[in-house]
């Protein structure tokens, strides 16, 4: 009887408690302008920005420069946790978590698109060219891409390369490459007036690109592709998958305004409903950026930064959110044992069993 009386105490206290945000804003190292982050396999963060390169080992928290201090046009991590960070004419790799670096000079005074192993792809199409080297540098090659623009970004997906191009004269769009960037064929998606382009897969291989002109998918590794239009919010700028198949998409207004809230949306349903999440991060908020670590967080940023963790203490009815439908959730799964319940997110304290415990430790978070 005491247990169920100090249940519904909990109950009436959470009724009038607000949720969980969704993001957590993480203050940017030094008031720097952050160009971009990226991580390697041990969950060190890096991030790119004006002042040079910083690096956190606490998924965001702290950031502490490292001894690369000079103006970074972004960070580049490839499989092997090599990072990679151009500076001009120059870009500079690290094969020790940023310890010691070494140099490679780059016929191009721009970005580096794509690194891994020994393929790094450099430049920026028709103002300077593209540039592939398969020594580390010793040697580069003229790409010959049919395309005037912008060279946004290269993604690695299905074993090929995707070049995400943007132009404002309506000759941007994607292209494909099945030997590592030697050569590149035209998808369906070009001579389109694109601006911002991402590309990733889910498990099954599917594989969406995002752009100003709408969010694609493709079942056949790119031979064919259907566009996704069904409550589609606006121009995403960037699109993620993370490993269990969430489809995130970036949203910046910065061209274009008055289209639909900006920030993040969700999609599911295969592409059918676009779910706004911004719980945290308040509302029109410009993101142009994601990214997911290998700790599974989530993060989001242009001139901000915030951070989402795939687990979320207290969340165990798994919607994304601590609110009283989570001590709900935990009280039936006490009185029935129910299925249903995240255990890892309902277990708040970590004992390994779920409790009335976990319920008073649900009700603090909510109050937080």
Known sequence: MKKFTMIAIMMSIASFAMSQNFWTEIALPDSCNLVNIDGTSNGNLYAATNH?????TNNGNEWNLTGMSVSCGNVYIDDNDVIYVNHGNQLLYSSDDALIWDTIQI??????????DSVIIVGRLDW???HISHDYGDTWTNLNVPVSGYAYKIYEVNGMLILCTFSYNGEGGFFLSYDYGMTWEPTSLNKIYFYGTGA???SQGVIFLSSSEGVYKSDDNGQSWQVIVSQYPGIFIDIMITAEDDIYGAFDNTFFKDIAPFGVYRLSD?????????????YDINISRLFQSS???????????????SEMPGDANGDMKVDVNDIQCIISFMMSDIE?????NADVNNDGIINILDIVATVNLIFQ
């Open 295 to 309: 700790n599974g967080s989530i993060f989001a940023y242009r001139d901000r930064l915030f951070r989402h963790s």
């Open 340 to 344: 249903s319940i995240e255990f890892t």
């Open 200 to 202: 990733a897969s889910n």
């Open 52 to 56: 040079g390169l910083y690096k956190s």
């Open 107 to 116: 016929p191009v005074n721009k970005g580096i698109l794509y690194a891994n």
């Open 128 to 130: 300077y060219g593209i």
């Open 270 to 282: 295969n592409g059918e409903t676009w779910e706004y999440i911004n719980s945290g991060m308040e």
